[in-house]
């Protein structure tokens, strides 16, 4: 059921008049949502119900026998217990396939040809994102820093809450918990914000429909393809990808703020970044932030001077997150590598002197380097395979490629770019002018119908968010 579709919005408009109007007590709404989130999730495929409910009963009840014991073996044990579990539903559904073909690889190269068959596994949409949910919960309830609780609706309705149950943001139970618990109460200034929200997150998916077709030319292999192209279709990816997901987690959080639930922003403008590490701070914010907190953190974050090591073997594991393919681990160990680099960069003499360096021209610098380097690993991110990803990129620096562009190439490379840049004013009105917003709402909502007419004038409704293969 996707967001972009009639089908969610009646569903959603029915919902929201039995949410308020008729389950008027904090337990019942809350049992009513886990209702109706179990119901979108039956959706997409009625079969994985029973492995969401699973993976939520399981860490309930962890979590209840990590507070109830004192001694610090049984605690961890039962830890191990939550994170043996998620890890191992992640494993089966999503990464069985990957490490049977990986091992049939390794033995072909060192002349042992085998078969070994592959799995019929069907992978459950949105595994990744309530997996890692759900683990935190028991985690924060190791560490002291949330109690477990004793009623499973309200923790349910945390973990399956259906605006971002698919592709996230990523929830902490500290941060959402005690609003359903508390009986969500819906302000005037949550509305209009949610408003904008989702109409700017319908208008951003638009637009990234519309750069899906030059990353296509580029990514699918149509042929030999001209510099201007390479570089367009990179530009291309680089626009889909976060007018896609930013657009999915504003529609998200957008919906959340309708029902009076508060969700942090996702993203915030993550191309102005000016190094690798300004970008993951800005960039997917409850992955990067998850990422940090329950495994940079795990591994000893920067102590013993450990910082390189931790910062690549996150990235990298970030990388495989995303999904079971060589080209994701490249992503993410690419990452890992260009970061690790930044803080070495730091502590020497050189970056402590560019670091004082306070020019507008520098700045303009940094920021073209880090997106270029951001732009380098979407070909990771987006290529079939490490073949592909490699000849795109020598591609992308051999500008005297024999290639004749097509008339008006430079002009779908401007417009690429310009899109770009607006989806990023976008995002930056959403982080930095949310009071101005709701002080000024009426004068958005010509802005907001002229959006909502163009997304449904130009775009085409039932295309999935990229993010729904994760």
């Not at 592909?388 to 051999?398: E, P």
Request: glycine share 8%; proline share 4%; hydrophobic share 50%.
């Amino acid at each position: 059921m996707l967001f972009n579709t009639p089908l969610f919005l009646g569903f959603f408009a029915l919902f929201f008049v039995l949410y308020f109007f008729v389950f008027t007590q904090a337990r019942l709404r809350a049992l009513f949502l886990v209702a109706a989130s179990l119901v979108f999730y039956a959706g997409w495929d009625y079969r994985f119900v029973p492995l969401l409910v699973f993976s939520g009963v399981v860490d309930f009840f962890v979590a209840q026998q990590i507070e109830g014991h004192s001694q610090a073996r049984q605690r961890k044990q039962w830890l191990l217990v939550s994170i043996a579990v998620n890890l191992g539903i992640l494993g089966i559904f999503k990464y069985s396939n990957f490490m049977i073909g990986s091992v049939q690889e390794t033995l072909s190269f060192f002349g042992m040809p085998v078969s070994l068959g592959t799995l019929e596994v069907v992978l459950p949409v949105g595994i990744s994102f309530y997996t890692f949910q759900s683990m935190s919960y028991t985690i924060d309830v190791y560490r002291g820093e949330t109690r477990a609780r004793k009623d499973f609706v309200p923790f349910f309705a945390t973990l399956s809450f259906f605006p971002q149950l698919v592709a996230g943001p990523i929830l902490r139970a500290k941060q959402i918990l005690p609003q359903i618990e508390r009986f969500p109460q819906v302000t005037p200034e949550d509305v209009k914000f949610g408003f904008v929200l989702i109409t700017m997150g319908l208008f951003k998916k638009t637009i990234a429909d519309l750069l899906a077709a030059p990353a296509q030319t580029l990514f699918n292999g149509d042929g030999p393809l001209s510099w201007i192209e390479t570089v367009t279709g990179v530009l291309a990816f680089a626009g889909q990808i976060y007018g896609d997901f930013s657009g999915y987690s504003d529609i998200a959080i957008g919906i959340a703020l309708l029902l009076g639930i508060k969700i942090p922003l996702n993203f915030n403008t993550p191309y102005f970044a000016l190094s690798p590490v300004d970008f993951w701070k800005r960039w997917h914010i409850s992955l990067s932030s998850w990422l940090r907190d329950y495994l940079y953190i795990s591994l000893g974050g920067n102590r013993n001077g450990r910082q390189i090591r931790n910062v690549f073997i996150t990235m990298l594991l970030g990388g495989l997150w995303h999904g079971a393919a060589w080209t994701f681990v490249w992503w993410g160990a690419y990452h890992g590598t260009i970061i690790s680099l930044t803080h070495l960069l730091r502590g020497t003499r050189v970056g402590q002197w560019l670091g004082s360096i306070n020019l507008s021209a520098f700045r303009w610098l940094q920021w073209l380097f880090t997106f270029y380097l951001v732009c380098i690993g979407w070909v990771f991110f987006r290529a079939e395979s490490l073949g592909d990803a490699f000849s795109i990129i020598t591609a992308l620096h051999s500008p005297a490629s024999g290639v004749d562009a097509p008339p008006f190439a430079g002009g779908v490379l401007a417009m690429v770019a310009l899109v770009i840049l607006l989806i990023h004013c976008i995002d930056y009105g959403i982080v930095h002018r949310r009071e101005l917003i709701t002080r000024r709402y009426p004068r958005f909502v010509p802005l907001m119908i002229l959006g909502l007419t163009f997304t449904f004038l130009i775009g085409e409704p039932g295309h999935e968010f990229i993010y729904f293969q994760f």
